[in-house]
């Protein structure tokens, strides 16, 4: 069975699924899945890693449906969410390395329950920074987001972010106090 919204133009596509039409989202998932796919491809090698990149990549598509502007082309958009989401990975893949001081743990056996950093205690952070990451890691907010709530480019955003990971990671990997 043939979409009935497949020959619409991109804009009308998006229009329609902003409304809700399931059917212009799998015309639009039609068009652009095997572009996402080679994206991910070219720049990736583990297939599990591609298959669950490219799972969010569609998730963030719908979750942010709302913010796209049609006098922008989709696929531009969607290829920003795409590096956006291998960034996020990239970025996670690196901080996931984090040294533990196992004397640290035997006198704070409290430490290993806690979930999250405590932002707020942070000195080394500024107040945008704590904020910024507190939007980002325990709201889910993506860099667009967090640049509107900040007043500021989602590229200033990521920095912002950047630089609080490298002070918690300098912090918590021992090499300041």
């Excluded at 804009?11 to 059917?23: A, D, P, T």
């Excluded at 500024?126 to 509107?148: G, H, N």
Aim: hydrophobic share 35%.
């Amino acid at each position: 069975m043939s979409n009935p919204f497949a020959n619409l133009s991109d804009e009308k596509l998006m229009g329609l699924y902003q409304k809700g039409e399931s059917l212009a989202f799998e015309a639009i998932y039609e068009k652009y899945q095997a572009h996402v796919y080679t994206y991910l491809q070219r720049r990736l090698t583990d297939k599990d890693i591609i298959h669950d990149i490219f799972q969010n990549i569609f998730v963030k598509f719908h979750k942010s449906k709302d913010n796209y502007d049609p006098k922008y082309p989709l696929l531009k958009w969607v290829y920003t969410i795409c590096r956006s989401e291998l960034l996020d990975h990239l970025k996670k893949k690196k901080v996931s390395y984090i040294e533990i001081n196992p004397t640290h743990l035997a006198t704070e056996p409290d430490a290993s329950a806690e979930s999250h950093i405590e932002l707020a205690q942070e000195k080394s952070l500024s107040s945008t920074e704590k904020l910024a990451l507190e939007l980002r890691y325990y709201s889910d907010k993506d860099f667009s987001e967090i640049s509107k709530l900040l007043n500021t480019s989602p590229a200033n955003a990521r920095k912002l972010i950047s630089r609080g990971l490298g002070k918690l990671r300098l912090k918590y990997s021992g090499g300041s106090k």
